[in-house]
C-alpha cells in the first residue's frame, strides 16, 4: 500500500543532516497516520532513511523515540499557552479564555504532537525534562485561574489546580469528541462555541461572570 502523502513529504524532507529530529518528524507522521503503537522503529528509520540500526545511536527504543516527540510537543504547547495567556491581558477573564482556545488550536495544528502527549500511554514522568516540560504548561493554565478566582472570597475559592484540572479535562473532552473529527462525533456547534459556553457555564456557577453575561 503507498505511503499517505504526508509520510512521503517527510521521506522527501531528511537529507542526513539532523538524525534525531528526523527520526522525530517521521514518528510524528507516523503517529497522525498509524496511532502511537501502529508503527515500529523500522518503519521510522524507513521513513528517515537509515538503517534500523542507526536509529539505536539516539534512542532505546519506540517508546523513548514517542517520549521525545511528547517532550517537545509539551514545549511547544506550553509556549503557545503562555503567549494565548499573556494576549489576553490585562483582562483575567480574557485572559483565561484565551488559554482554552489555545488548548483547541494545539490539538487541530499539531496532531502528532497531541497523541504522543495525551494518548500514547507514555508517562510524564518518564524523564526528568518530561516531566519538566508538563508541569510548566499545567502552571500556565494554574496561573491563569488563580488569577481569575481572585475575586472569590478566600474561604470559598477552589484551589487553582482544581479550577485548572476541571478546564483542562473540558478543552480535552471538546477536542476529543469534536475536534479530531472521529467518525460518529459531529457536532452542531463548532468546537470553539462548545468550550467558551462550558467554560461560560463554568464560571457563572462560580460567580465569577454575571447570569446574563
Known amino acids: 500500500m503507498p505511503l499517505p502523502t504526508k509520510l512521503q513529504m517527510v521521506k522527501r524532507g531528511?537529507?542526513?543532516g539532523?538524525?534525531?529530529?528526523a527520526l522525530v518528524e517521521s514518528a510524528l507522521s507516523l503517529?497522525?497516520?498509524?496511532?502511537?503503537?501502529?508503527?515500529?522503529?523500522?518503519?521510522?528509520a524507513s521513513l528517515a532513511g537509515v538503517t534500523p540500526a542507526a536509529v539505536y545511536r539516539h534512542f532505546a527504543g519506540r517508546e523513548d523515540l514517542i517520549a521525545e516527540a511528547a517532550l517537545q510537543g509539551y514545549e511547544m504547547f506550553g509556549a503557545l499557552m503562555e503567549h494565548a495567556y499573556q494576549s489576553g491581558q490585562p483582562s483575567a477573564l480574557t485572559a483565561f479564555e484565551a488559554t482554552g482556545r489555545a488548548y483547541l488550536a494545539f490539538a487541530r495544528r499539531h496532531p502528532g504532537h497531541y497523541i504522543a502527549m495525551f494518548e500514547s500511554g507514555i508517562s510524564v514522568n518518564r524523564t526528568p525534562e518530561l516531566a519538566a516540560a508538563a508541569l510548566a504548561a499545567r502552571r500556565v493554565l494554574e496561573e491563569a485561574a488563580s488569577r481569575i478566582c481572585e475575586h472569590i472570597p478566600e474561604g470559598k475559592r477552589p484551589p487553582a489546580a482544581m479550577f485548572s484540572a476541571h478546564i483542562w479535562a473540558m478543552s480535552h473532552g471538546v477536542v476529543e469528541l469534536f475536534a479530531r473529527g472521529a467518525p460518529g462525533a459531529a457536532s452542531p456547534f463548532a468546537p470553539e462555541d462548545l468550550l467558551e459556553s462550558g467554560i461560560g457555564i463554568y464560571l457563572r456557577g462560580l460567580g465569577l461572570i454575571a447570569q446574563d453575561e
Do not use: C, D, V
Not at 503517529?31 to 521510522?44: N, Q, V, W
Open 14 to 16: 531528511y537529507h542526513h
Open 18 to 21: 539532523n538524525l534525531r529530529q
Open 31 to 44: 503517529i497522525e497516520a498509524k496511532g502511537p503503537a501502529g508503527f515500529t522503529l523500522s518503519e521510522a
